[in-house]
């Protein structure tokens, strides 16, 4: 579980993000703290200062439902963002233990995205790695390929920079996700690597995961850069997989007969034409030809 000095770091967080005016109170003249006080956020929440200083110094292990309500709404936290406090919150015993064996994907999942040939489509784990994708998914990016993380790639791989046309916006919705999606499992050893992974050897990265964001949007807008098409403007819907806890299916569209839409089948033709000479693979990932699920996704770095 979560240790009780992340929930505490997490309301600190919180609390430093807020200003007075933010909750309806008087900026004042002089604050020797940024955001506000912890009396301010006890009052807010309609609890005790001393027993607030306990939650954010970790020496209160059993906040009930009803205080951590009180604080979500003091700290105006989303509906995602609540979730997650709960999450932080509850006790070691209540924190589901994923298993360790390796993530796979059913063959029906496989065969279907199989079929798409104008529709990017990939199913990715809990660690955000690819563990099956299409042709066309790769054709958009490679690092979109089965083994892959994107996560890591975002942060980590130049060409992202390019790829994603709107990069800083959408790493910050990376991070916010993989903490919504990973709840109060923060001692989970596979993802202290990737973010231990991530956090020496990005700064934006570390920014983000300081900020304490969580947000789980699972559709919206993908703003792309596409070397041989050009820019792409393409909706993607994230759609948890039933009997398969922490595998997301990503798919990118976009409207029928909009200029996106003319590019992804003109990608497609590229991408199947014989001797064609799209984006190579990413370093040490093999360019498939059909759907390829990762070899042993629990081998894969995540």
């Given amino acids: 579980m979560a240790t009780r000095s992340t929930l505490g770091e997490y309301l600190r967080v919180r609390r430093e993000r807020l200003r007075p005016g933010d909750v309806g109170l008087p900026e004042g003249a002089r604050r020797r703290v940024p955001g506000l006080r912890r009396e301010e956020v006890a009052m807010l929440a309609g609890i005790s200062v001393e027993y607030y200083l306990r939650l954010e110094q970790g020496r209160d292990r059993h906040p009930s439902g009803q205080v951590l309500e009180s604080i979500a709404r003091a700290l105006r936290l989303d509906a995602d963002s609540e979730t997650y406090l709960r999450e932080l919150a509850r006790p070691a015993h209540a924190v589901p233990r994923r298993p360790s064996r390796p993530e796979r994907v059913g063959a029906g999942v496989q065969s279907l995205i199989g079929g798409w040939t104008t529709t990017p489509a990939l199913v990715h784990g809990r660690y955000m790695t690819t563990l099956a994708a299409n042709p066309m998914a790769v054709a958009l990016s490679p690092f979109f390929a089965p083994g892959v993380n994107t996560l890591r790639a975002a942060f980590l791989e130049p060409e992202m920079r390019e790829f994603y ?138």
């Fill in 165 to 302: 046309r709107d990069w800083d916006e959408t790493t910050a919705k990376a991070v916010a996700y993989l903490r919504s999606v990973i709840g109060g499992a923060l001692d989970d050893p596979r993802l202290a690597e990737l973010v231990g992974e991530l956090s020496l050897r990005s700064e934006r990265f570390r920014t983000l995961w300081a900020r304490q964001d969580v947000r789980q949007k699972t559709s919206g807008v993908a703003h792309l850069l596409h070397p041989q098409v050009g820019s792409l403007d393409l909706r993607y819907e994230k759609l948890a997989l039933p009997g398969a806890p922490g595998q997301m299916l990503v798919t990118y569209h976009a409207e029928r007969g909009s200029p996106s839409h003319e590019k992804l089948e003109l990608l497609a033709h590229l991408a199947t034409r014989p001797g064609r000479s799209g984006p190579r693979p990413a370093k040490g990932v093999q360019e498939p030809d059909a759907v390829r699920p990762a070899r042993d996704p629990g081998d894969l770095r995540s």
